[in-house]
C-alpha cells in the first residue's frame, strides 16, 4: 500500500477533481471500516498479520495527509491509523524496539501441509526469522510518520512517543 502511495503523492491529477491519493484514500477508507486484504490474519495462509502490513498502512496514510493535504481526512481517521500504529507495535514481545511476525520465520518452516505458514511480509518466499529486517525498516518509516499525523493532530504526547519508540527500533536495528 506504501508503494502505490508513494507514486501516487508524485502522480499528476488524472482528471479535474481526482487524484491517484483519492483512490489510496478509498482503499484506506475501506480498511478503516473493517476491509481486509492480503497480509491480515483474516486472510487464509496468515495468523497474524504481516510485519511489513500495519507499517505499509500508516505510511500510505501518513503520504496521503502529507501530499494531499488532508487535514480533515485525518481528523476523522486518526483514532484508526493510531490503531493500525498500535497493532504493530503489539507485536513487540519482548519489548527490544523491533517488531515481530507470530511466526519464527525460520528457513525451512514453510510446508504444504496444514497450516500453512508463510513469511512475514508480502513478496517474501524465503524465512528470515520473526525480526524481520524489512518490516522493521518499514516500521521504522511509520513510526515517523506516525509522530507527524500526530503532530498535525496537535497530540503533543503521542508525537514525543512514537518518536521516542522509532528512536528505539532504530538503535535496535
Known amino acids: 500500500y506504501y508503494e502505490y502511495a508513494d507514486i501516487a503523492a508524485l502522480t499528476p491529477p488524472l482528471a479535474e477533481g481526482l ?3 483519492d483512490i489510496v484514500r478509498q482503499t484506506l477508507d475501506w480498511m478503516l471500516g473493517g476491509g481486509i486484504a492480503d497480509g491480515m490474519p483474516a486472510v487464509p495462509d496468515r495468523p497474524c498479520a504481516t510485519s511489513d502490513f500495519f507499517p505499509s498502512m500508516v505510511i500510505a496514510a501518513a503520504d ?3 501530499e494531499g493535504r488532508s487535514d480533515a481526512w485525518l481528523a476523522a481517521n486518526y483514532d484508526g491509523i493510531r490503531g493500525w500504529a498500535e497493532s ?3 507485536t513487540d514481545t519482548d519489548g527490544d524496539g523491533l517488531i515481530e ?8 518452516i514453510w510446508s504444504d501441509g496444514t497450516p500453512k ?3 512475514s511480509n508480502w513478496w517474501d518466499t524465503i524465512g528470515f526469522w520473526h525480526k524481520d529486517a524489512y518490516g522493521n525498516a518499514l516500521a521504522y518509516r511509520a513510526l515517523r510518520n506516525m509522530a507527524m499525523l500526530a503532530g498535525k493532530r496537535g497530540m ?16 535496535a536495528y
Open 101 to 108: 511476525y507470530c511466526v519464527s520465520g525460520n528457513s525451512g
Open 19 to 21: 487524484t491517484a491519493l
Open 117 to 119: 505458514f508463510r513469511p
Open 64 to 66: 496521503c495527509v502529507r
Open 156 to 171: 503533543a504526547a503521542d508525537m514525543a512517543r512514537y518518536r521516542t519508540i522509532s528512536e528505539k527500533l532504530r538503535a
Open 88 to 90: 504493530m507495535l503489539a
